[in-house]
Each structure stands twice: as structure tokens, then as C-alpha cells.
């Protein structure tokens, strides 16, 4: 039942792999950077993410917690996206209305930065 549901957040989340600070990152900014067990707070589109991620063996294990955003200080229940980055490699998490967030593993394994992108897709023969 587990597996359904991760599997449910990866398509919603529009074909993943990889996630912007509340207060202000936004695309074209400069990115975050996280340190292990370091928890931020993301705002992407519809979502609401919370990540952090562990150091081990030369990769960054990236964990996000995602939720639709509400107006409100209730959420909707949170689906848990693990992804294992190799140091000096990096990740983009992709959500349906558009917005992504590219999550990079620093040499060594100690930081990661975090940046917000748009990515629209276009198709000129609908416009």
C-alpha cells in the first residue's frame, strides 16, 4: 500500500527527480544550501515540502516530506520521497503546475544546495 502511494506522489509530483525556501527562494535566485539534518521548509506551486537529508558513503540521502498547501495552518496528509544523490550530482523534482526544485549534492557529501526553477513545459500549437 506504501509503494502505491509513493509511486501516486512521483507522477503527481510530474516524473521526478528533484524541490524553494519559504521567505524567498525563487527561480533564478541563488541557491540554498542545507547541511545534514538541516530541516527547511519549501513552497513550490501546490505543494509544501519539508526536507532534510543524511550524509553516507560519498551520497546525500534526500528526504522530502510533501503535502498539498493550504491557505491555512491545516494540511492535507503528507506523502514521504526518498531519493539517494551521489556527490556532485544532482536531482530535480518536477510538480504538475510547473514549478521544480533542483536539489544537488556537494562533493563529499556534506552540503546540499537547493534552487528553484520554473520549467514550463510550451507546445506552440496550442497557443
Known amino acids: ?5 509513493e509511486r501516486i506522489v512521483a507522477a503527481t509530483l510530474g516524473g ?3 524541490v524553494a525556501a519559504s521567505g524567498g ?6 541557491p540554498l544550501t542545507m547541511t ?3 530541516a527547511v521548509t519549501l513552497d513550490v506551486g501546490t505543494k509544501h515540502i519539508v526536507s532534510y537529508f543524511l550524509s553516507g558513503d560519498g551520497f546525500c540521502m534526500l528526504t522530502l516530506m510533501v503535502a498539498d498547501h493550504a491557505g491555512g495552518a491545516e494540511r492535507g496528509a ?8 551521489s556527490a556532485g550530482k544532482s ?4 510538480t504538475a503546475d510547473g514549478k521544480s526544485l533542483r536539489f544537488a549534492c556537494k562533493p563529499g ?7 528553484a ?7 506552440p500549437d496550442l497557443e
Open 36 to 38: 545534514p539534518l538541516m
Open 1 to 5: 500500500m506504501m509503494q502505491a502511494a
Open 78 to 85: 503528507a506523502s514521504r520521497v526518498q531519493a539517494s544523490i
Open 91 to 94: 536531482a530535480r523534482f518536477d
Open 109 to 115: 557529501a556534506q552540503a546540499m544546495s537547493v534552487l
Open 16 to 18: 521526478m527527480l528533484c
Open 25 to 30: 527562494l525563487r527561480a533564478a535566485e541563488n
Open 117 to 123: 526553477l520554473d520549467h514550463l513545459a510550451a507546445n
